[in-house]
C-alpha cells in the first residue's frame, strides 16, 4: 500500500474512470468529488473507494480544493477521470517519498489526441500532480486551476501520466469557445492589437515546430491549428468584452 491520497473531480466519466482508479487502487486513500453525474460514474468509483462524495459544480479550482481538503495524507497525487498513472510513475513516487529534499514532482503528460497516442518525440507538457499537503494550495479558482507550491523545491519526474483525450474536432471546437470566454471573462489586462495579430502564428509555431507536433504528421498539424485558434479566440474576446464595456 502507497501511503499517499489520492482526489479526483469527475462529471459523466463512465467511459474513462475505471482506469484512471485501477492505476491508483494501490493507494491508501482514493477521494472522488462528483458534480452530479447521469451515468455510471459514481458505481464505479464506489468499486474503488468509500470516499467518493457530491459537491455542485463551482467551478475546477473550488471543486479540486474541496476535494484536497478531503485528503488525510502528507503527501496527494490529483489526476483527472480521464488519465492515468504509468507504472514507472508510480514506482518513482513511491521512492519519491522516502527523499526530503524535495516537496513536489513535476509530471510529464503522455497525450492522445484525435484518439490516437501521440509520438514519443512530441514535447511533452508538465504538470504538478504529486506533492506534500501542507506546501500546496489553489490560488487561482478559474478554467484550469493548478496547484501552487510554496515553500519547497519542485522535481521533473521521468514516469509519465497518459491523458486520454479522445475528442473528436467539433468537441474540442466547442470546449475552446467556452473556456475562451472565460478566461476572457477572468482577464484584467487591456486587449493588444498587437497581440491579436501575431498571436496565431506564434502560438502554431510554438505548438507545431518547438514543441515538435511535426512528429504526429497530419493529426500534429491539426491539432497545432486549433491551439493557435484557441489562443485568438481569447483574444478577439478580449476586444469584445471591452467593446460592450464601453
Not at 20 to 34: G, S, T
Not at 143 to 162: M, P, Y
Not at 218 to 241: Q, S
Amino acid at each position: 500500500m502507497i501511503k499517499a491520497s489520492v482526489y479526483m473531480i469527475c462529471l459523466n466519466e463512465q467511459k474513462h474512470i475505471r482506469r484512471a482508479l485501477q492505476a491508483v487502487k494501490d493507494f491508501d486513500e482514493i477521494i472522488v468529488v462528483d458534480s452530479g453525474s447521469t451515468d455510471d460514474t459514481v458505481s464505479i468509483a464506489k468499486e474503488y473507494t468509500h470516499k467518493v462524495m457530491y459537491k455542485k459544480w463551482e467551478g475546477e479550482g473550488v471543486q479540486k480544493a474541496y476535494a484536497l481538503a478531503q485528503c488525510t495524507n502528507e503527501w496527494i497525487l490529483n489526476i483527472d477521470a480521464d488519465e492515468e498513472v504509468s507504472p514507472q510513475l508510480k514506482n518513482e513516487i513511491e521512492r519519491f517519498m522516502l527523499q526530503d529534499e524535495y516537496v513536489a514532482l513535476d509530471i510529464p503528460f503522455h497525450e492522445y489526441s484525435l484518439g490516437k497516442i501521440c509520438n514519443d518525440k512530441v514535447r511533452k507538457n508538465t504538470h504538478i500532480r504529486f506533492f506534500k499537503k501542507q506546501n500546496a494550495q489553489y490560488k487561482n479558482m478559474g478554467v484550469h486551476a493548478q496547484v501552487e507550491i510554496s515553500n519547497g523545491k519542485i522535481k521533473r519526474a521521468n514516469g509519465t501520466i497518459h491523458h486520454f483525450s479522445d475528442k473528436f474536432i467539433h468537441e474540442l471546437v466547442m470546449k475552446n469557445n467556452n473556456y475562451s470566454s472565460l478566461r476572457a471573462e477572468q482577464k484584467t489586462k487591456k486587449f493588444s492589437f498587437l497581440k491579436l495579430l501575431f498571436i496565431y502564428p506564434l502560438v502554431f509555431f510554438k505548438s507545431y515546430i518547438l514543441r515538435r507536433s511535426f512528429y504526429d504528421g497530419k493529426k500534429g498539424f491539426i491539432t497545432a491549428n486549433i491551439n493557435a485558434f484557441y489562443a485568438f479566440l481569447k483574444e478577439a474576446k478580449l476586444y469584445e468584452k471591452e467593446l460592450k464595456n464601453n
